[in-house]
């Protein structure tokens, strides 16, 4: 018989409540407290030495006319213009070099990632042998490498020709299209007829072949669109050819590429190039081994087992990976100031030496800079994680 007197055992505590948890709570809050006030006390006593020193803090000198020539730009800038000017100045060419080295390295990734599988061993060798190369060799060296070679071209005057490619010390000069004075309205029109005959080719595709997938029907429409605007534009005489010709000791016309900015681009491209390649060719291998052979049943060729089965399965596999170095190609960018391309880098640290606000321009570096790679891995992260969803 149970004695009447015996206490009911007690109820467990809630979750969160027990003193161990109450005392890991309040040493975090008393160190994040403690970190507090150490950050306000820095910033007081440093407020306090600059004042000794006669310095002042603030923004206000991103209003002064900047006083610095940059070679290369995306809008039109002169000495003239405001420090935060250049800066965005510097910020366009940094998101310019960013974006042409990344779609560079990515092609160029991918076919030496699919070639390091190759049953033909020289192929394979040498594939292994440039990845290995470049993915353990220092990224500045192979910086200043590009640069001396382009800077130990002939002059303009003895300039190597190829074509309409001309090499010189003064940079890459090549054939581009100017838009004739007059012909925007033709512009429109032959981008207007491009698009009918895209969305035109894209309906058909879907009617006529609606089991071949999305790939093909958006493919057709790119191929039938830029052959109509092509055609129109050649028909029309929208465009004109301009070709660099040499007066003096430089060249007029075409487009061309400053020495630093084409030896930022090969460096970066061909060193991010070898981190993709082995990403894509580990992405590849991931995938098991039956997806193959039943492609290989169903009679589908190589190549379209490749892009329409084995790829987009790998793509899921490489995605985390290659965000991760389209990010690091965004920082290693920073390096072009060791050749003098006129980045944000080199703007920010040029205005630091000119006004000799330095706490402020490594502010303005640091946050510039976590904009743009927070943003690229946001954006990136969106677009995995709808691949995710797809698959």
């Known amino acids: ?72 730009s995306l809008l039109p ?13 510097g910020a366009l060419n940094t998101v310019m070099l960013v974006v042409l080295a990344g779609v ?9 990632g699919l070639a390091r599988r190759s049953v033909n061993p020289l192929v394979r060798g040498l594939t292994l042998g440039y990845v290995e190369l470049l993915r353990n060799t220092p990224l500045l060296m192979q910086i200043l490498l590009w ?3 382009l800077l130990k071209l002939p002059p303009a005057a003895k300039a190597l020709q190829w074509g309409g490619l001309t090499l010189s010390q003064r940079g890459i000069y090549f054939p581009s299209l100017h838009l004739v004075a007059g012909q925007g309205m033709a512009l429109a029109a032959c981008v207007a007829a491009a698009l009918a005959a895209a969305v035109a080719v894209r309906a058909g595709l879907r009617r006529l072949r609606p089991g071949a997938g999305r790939a093909l029907w958006m493919g057709g429409a790119a191929v039938a669109g830029l052959a109509v605007l092509a055609s129109c534009c050649a028909a029309l005489g929208v465009f004109e050819v301009s070709v660099p ?3 003096g000791f430089n060249f007029q016309g075409g487009a061309s590429l400053s020495p630093e900015f084409a030896a930022m681009l090969i460096a970066l491209t061909l060193y991010f190039a070898a981190f993709i390649a082995e990403i894509v060719r580990n992405g590849v291998d991931s995938v098991a081994r039956g997806q193959w052979e039943a492609s290989q049943a169903l009679g589908l060729s190589g190549l379209t087992t490749m892009r329409e089965v084995v790829f987009p399965q790998a ?56 904009v743009l790679t927070l943003g690229t891995s946001w954006a990136l992260n969106l677009w995995y994680a709808r691949l995710r969803r797809k698959g």
């Open 1 to 72: 018989m149970t004695d009447a007197t015996t206490m009911a055992p007690a109820p467990p505590r809630a979750a969160g409540q027990t003193p161990g948890a109450l005392r890991r709570k309040l040493w975090q809050c008393a160190v994040g407290a403690a970190l507090a006030l150490l950050v306000i006390a820095s910033g007081f006593i440093l407020r306090d030495n600059l004042q000794r020193l006669g310095l002042t803090v603030g923004f206000d000198f991103l209003q002064r006319p900047a006083g610095f020539q940059i070679g290369v």
């Open 77 to 89: 800038y002169a000495p003239t213009d405001s420090i935060a000017y250049a800066i965005l100045t």
């Open 104 to 112: 560079c390295a990515t092609v160029l990734g991918v076919a030496i």
């Open 147 to 149: 640069s001396a070679v």
């Open 245 to 247: 010709v040499r007066r």
């Open 315 to 370: 793509l899921r596999m490489m995605a985390p990976a290659l965000i991760a170095q389209y990010v690091s190609l965004i920082k290693n960018s920073s390096l072009a100031i060791a050749i003098g391309y006129p980045d944000l880098f080199w703007s920010v640290f040029t205005t630091i030496n000119i006004t000799g606000h330095a706490i402020e321009g490594v502010l303005l570096l640091a946050g510039a800079y976590l």
